[in-house]
T-cell receptor, first 112, second 114 residues
Framework: KAGVTQTPRYLIKTRGQQVTLSCSPISGHRSVSWYQQTPGQGLQFLFEYFSETQRNKGNFPGRFSGRQFSNSRSEMNVSTLELGDSALYLC???????????FGSGTRLTVV | AQSVTQLDSQVPVFEEAPVELRCNYSSSVSVYLFWYVQYPNQGLQLLLKYLSGSTLVKGINGFEAEFNKSQTSFHLRKPSVHISDTAEYFCAVIRSSNDYKLSFGAGTTVTVRA
């Protein structure tokens, strides 16, 4: 079974730009969650999608948005980038049973 | 509200020695509990989880954890560590029912020395 695929692996953007990150979950998984990891704030939950519906959202500004497609692939978008958005963004794929979340290797976003 | 406290930010340990990583949680409802490991430049890998049943949970790579409801703790143990266990370890919780987000502790960095 292929794992969770996140693209791109690394990204450098300029303040004010926007960025889109992609996550392909494990085949058959319908849940995709996104987390932000920074040295200062640690791991923080962004949002979770299940069958194209957002079920839960963390405490992030509206600049952070996401969506899930019918094939369960998910994208996360951050608009008007700020320096503080520099982080490792992790995607987790879930089977909807037993809370078996599998994480991808992440996208390292650097905002300059 | 719920929070997760990992009591040690760094744990140095010698190879083949035992290690215990401490985790306490606060929650007014029942929780599901997890331990994840993160190696450098990688994502998180699930070591073990407690959903219900036996309070002693065995995971991968020789790790185990014990759920203690009265002390609201979920400490992770390994009887004999290897150099390859050097990594960051995260304790996490999910509130039971209708909550799908993992709330993580700040992490414990384990450094195994020869």
């Amino acid at each position: 079974k292929a794992g969770v695929t996140q693209t791109p692996r690394y990204l450098i953007k300029t303040r004010g730009q926007q960025v889109t990150l992609s996550c392909s979950p494990i085949s058959g998984h319908r849940s995709v969650s996104w987390y932000q990891q920074t040295p200062g704030q640690g791991l923080q939950f962004l949002f979770e999608y299940f069958s194209e519906t957002q079920r839960n959202k963390g405490n992030f500004p509206g600049r952070f948005s996401g969506r899930q497609f019918s094939n369960s692939r998910s994208e996360m978008n951050v608009s008007t980038l700020e320096l503080g958005d520099s982080a490792l963004y992790l995607c987790a794929s879930g089977d909807g049973l037993n809370y078996g979340y599998t994480f991808g290797s992440g996208t390292r976003l650097t905002v300059v | 509200a719920q929070s997760v406290t990992q009591l040690d930010s760094q744990v140095p340990v010698f190879e083949e020695a035992p290690v215990e990583l401490r985790c306490n949680y606060s929650s007014s409802v029942s929780v599901y509990l997890f331990w994840y490991v993160q190696y450098p430049n990688q994502g998180l890998q699930l070591l073990l989880k407690y959903l219900s049943g036996s309070t002693l949970v065995k995971g991968i790579n020789g790790f185990e954890a014990e759920f203690n409801k009265s002390q609201t703790s979920f400490h992770l143990r390994k009887p004999s560590v290897h150099i390859s266990d050097t990594a960051e370890y995260f304790c996490a919780v999910i509130r039971s029912s209708n909550d799908y987000k993992l709330s993580f502790g700040a992490g414990t960095t384990v450094t195994v020395r020869a």
